[in-house]
């Protein structure tokens, strides 16, 4: 089940490649649902801030914001651990343009 789970959000957030409500709704809801494989999810979605082009990136923060905000619980406790190192890898990475709405 657990692989099943992981597998189908992996596959969602792969598809994440530009900000789309809609999708980040979608895959909070996931989130929720699923808050028993939280470690897992919150594995892959900072696999896919670090591997994703840079302009593909703030879609992924905004629904890590989504679930922070919208799910909390576990999820804000396993974020937390690498939030500045991931927060700092992407305003190396991103333009600046996009360290804006980082920003805001």
Known sequence: MADAVVEEYESSLADLTFNSKPHINMLTMLAEENVKYAPH???LIEAQLNKARSSEK???????DSILKNV???????FSQNIVSTFCN???QVSICTCGFLIN
């Open 41 to 43: 999810i919150v594995r």
């Open 58 to 64: 703030l879609p992924v923060l905004y629904l890590m």
């Open 90 to 92: 992407i305003f190396e």
């Open 72 to 78: 909390g619980g576990d999820y804000c406790t396993l």
